[in-house]
């Protein structure tokens, strides 16, 4: 007797949008292309978290689905992206961030194999080849060595997002320290496990360094630093968090 078929596992792309005119079409027309090379359901939801530029329209021209986040916070935008999709699997990418390639078989190879609850990917910056060689390799590598990655792509099974109630909407940033630290718990109930996708030849990942292009390394860290004291405390504060929502950089 022939073995049924395997279902494609459905996949949603939450996008987080905040003023992102400049960024987001390009992110949009990235994914809308790699997902050509899935096989399964693919949708993309763009969340307007209370633009006041041209970011809801963009998205709209695009045909992609488009819900509204009044509270200016990226939990909040995430979780708002997620509750709309019935989609086996959750993607969630920064609005400035574009994918290249088969990624999104290799978040469903991943899931499905009954051994991973979610991960992250490796990230390069759209930077010059200095600043490539140290994040791509480096701090890609050192977070790693921990299994920790950071937001810029982020995957997990639907199930066991509602099971941890997905991004804690009390902090205004590291919130996806916290989603990842849940999920993990949550993985070894069940033997499975926090995965990272890392560099490949048919996948690409990039993201806008922006921020460190508009301040530079040191005004950003001298800019957070104060995070360092009292952090459980200040990361549920918006006012301590502002760097991180400036839509003007």
Known sequence: MARPLKKKQSITVVIPAYN????LEKTLKSVIKASKLYKGKLEIVVVDNNSSDRTAEIAHEAGVRVVYEPKNQIARARNAGAAVSKSDYLVFLDADTTVKGD??????????????????????????LGGKIIFKYLINGVLSLKNVTVGP???????AFEKVGGFDEELYTAEEFSFADS?????KKNKKKWKIIKFGKKHRIVTSARRFGAYGGLEMLTKNVHLIWNH??????KEHCDFWYDDSK
């Not at 459980?232 to 504060?237: F, G, M, S």
């Open 153 to 159: 792509f982020l995957y997990c099974e639907r199930e």
């Open 20 to 23: 992102e005119e400049n960024y």
């Open 232 to 237: 459980h405390e200040k990361i549920r504060k």
């Open 183 to 187: 999920l993990k718990k949550e993985g």
């Open 103 to 128: 990624i999104f078989q290799k978040v469903a190879n991943n899931l499905s194999s009954g051994k991973v609850i979610g991960g992250g990917a490796w990230a390069e910056p759209d930077t010059g």
